[in-house]
């Protein structure tokens, strides 16, 4: 018996793009996109049994720019190393799901590239509100945790004033997208974490992104075919 089982980025595709064109729209306090089921199960399975550890980070000063170099991006290396890995940066390249992306969000995709972190917080992170920064080009951040607390681990979410206003929900397997604006304050106030709080980052970036060593294909920008 093979484990994890393998996934197919044929089968990715189908059923992120179904979760995508199913979204819901939201104004409040910014504009976002709420999906459910991104994943086929599979895949979550792959990823939720990567070997890879948490990095402990001891005391932060809330934010991630301050430990890039013990983050964990899908690069080509992690792609060869790893299937689930691999088909999902195939799926998340096609020219079908950047059309869909560009048709959901209205921002131009062609010419960018693929950037995708796999992110696990253990007690003690936390992350300031902050605004991603222009040249990404959409922010998509998966949950991907589980566990009797983590219906508290969700994005904190603040007004344009920086003013906690609301939580997202954190439900499994789901997703929330936002394009960077003046008021997209958004963070993680520190709270316990009892257990691993497991996210997926995926983001188009623009081409003048200067960190090339988290690219999923840094010599392939995206195109719509």
């Not at 409040?28 to 990095?55: D, N, S």
């Not at 792609?79 to 799926?91: I, K, N, P, S, V």
């Not at 789901?174 to 257990?195: C, Q, Y």
Request: net charge negative.
């Amino acid at each position: 018996m093979k484990f994890p089982p393998d996934v197919s980025a044929d089968v990715i595709e189908r059923q992120f793009l179904h979760a995508l064109r199913s979204s819901e729209r939201s104004e409040w306090p910014y504009r976002t996109w709420k999906l459910k089921e991104v994943f086929p199960i599979e895949l979550v399975t792959g990823i939720l049994t990567l070997p890879i550890c948490p990095a402990f980070l001891g005391d932060t000063d809330g934010t991630r720019g301050t430990y890039n170099d013990q983050r964990t991006f899908i690069t080509p290396n992690l792609r060869e190393g790893f299937q689930c890995l691999a088909a999902l940066a195939d799926a998340l390249q096609r020219p079908a799901v950047a059309r869909q992306l560009a048709e959901t969000c209205d921002i131009a995709v062609e010419g960018g590239y693929l950037r995708v972190e796999y992110i696990q917080d253990i007690d003690g992170a936390w992350l300031e509100p902050h605004r991603d920064i222009p040249e990404k080009l959409f922010s998509m951040v998966i949950y991907l945790f589980h566990g009797p607390e983590s219906a508290e681990w969700g994005t904190d979410i603040y007004d344009a004033d920086r003013k906690w206003v609301a939580r997202s929900s954190g439900e499994f397997n789901s997703a929330t997208i936002f394009i960077a604006g003046p008021a997209t304050w958004h963070g993680f106030e520190k709270r316990k974490i009892v257990g691993v709080r497991r996210l997926m980052e995926i983001n188009y970036v623009r081409p003048s992104w200067r960190r090339r060593d988290q690219l999923a294909f840094p010599e392939q920008p995206i195109s719509l075919g």
